[in-house]
Structure formats: structure tokens, C-alpha cells
């Protein structure tokens, strides 16, 4: 059974993953930005559930990271970044996941803002996971 750290570095690692997409997409004009905004989504996702792993918190089995960010709050753990933008990226995982014909609508993205937010988040918690 791996440990919580692990656990934790794994999920980091997959944050990191994820960044690297976004980050080459974005220069991608013919990139769709529901592509984009479904992997940046998934990055913070996976840093803030690397967050609580690596604390011993268990979180419940979800892609809403405004739940996953208030988890962090009612810890008293220190939160990412811009976390009041967090929710803007819940549409591009839950509403586009799923075959439910909001994938089919134009989709706009601020690409330098889902690269920030990424960035930061994922510089917040390698930063925090090694106190």
C-alpha cells in the first residue's frame, strides 16, 4: 500500500502532466480551448488533491475543485493562488466531460489566465508539500 506522500507525489506529478498540455496547446492556435481548459481544470485538480493527500485528508472522489479548495479552507491549509478563479474551470471538466451537448457550443478560454492559474497552483503546492 503506497503512503500518503506518495500518493501525493503521484497526483503532483500528474498535475505536472497536465501542465506540460496546456502549456503546448495554448501556443497551438488550432487548439480547441475546451481541450485546453479540460487538462489546465485537471491540473489544479490533481495539485489540490496532492495538497490534501500529502496532509492525510481524505477527499471525496470529485472533479468539483471549488469543493476540493473549500476542503483545503476548513483544514486551515494555506490556499492556492487566485482561489476565488478556481471555479471558472469547473465547466470545462463537468459540462465537457460528458455527452451532454455543452461540448458542442463554443467554448472561450483566456489561455495567459488557464496558464497562470496552472502555473501557480501547481508552484503553490510543490511549495507547501515540502513543509
Known amino acids: ?12 506529478h500528474r498535475a505536472r502532466d497536465d501542465a506540460y498540455v496546456v502549456e503546448h496547446l495554448c501556443a ?3 487548439a480547441p480551448d475546451w481541450v485546453i481548459g479540460f487538462h489546465a481544470q485537471q ?5 489540490l488533491k496532492a495538497m490534501l493527500a500529502g496532509r492525510e485528508i481524505e477527499f ?15 483544514h486551515g491549509l494555506p490556499m492556492p493562488p487566485a482561489a476565488q478563479e ?4 469547473v465547466p470545462f471538466d463537468v459540462a465537457l466531460r460528458y455527452d451532454d451537448g455543452a461540448a458542442d457550443e463554443e467554448v472561450r478560454l483566456d489561455r495567459d489566465w488557464a496558464r497562470s492559474i496552472v502555473s501557480g497552483t501547481i508552484t503553490w503546492a510543490e511549495a507547501h508539500m515540502e513543509k
Open 28 to 30: 497551438d492556435p488550432m
Open 43 to 47: 491540473a489544479v485538480e490533481k495539485a
Open 60 to 74: 471525496p472522489r470529485t472533479h468539483n475543485i471549488a469543493m476540493l479548495a473549500e476542503l483545503l479552507r476548513a
Open 86 to 89: 478556481l471555479p471558472r474551470l
Open 1 to 12: 500500500m503506497e503512503s500518503s506522500a506518495d500518493f501525493a507525489r503521484l497526483l503532483l
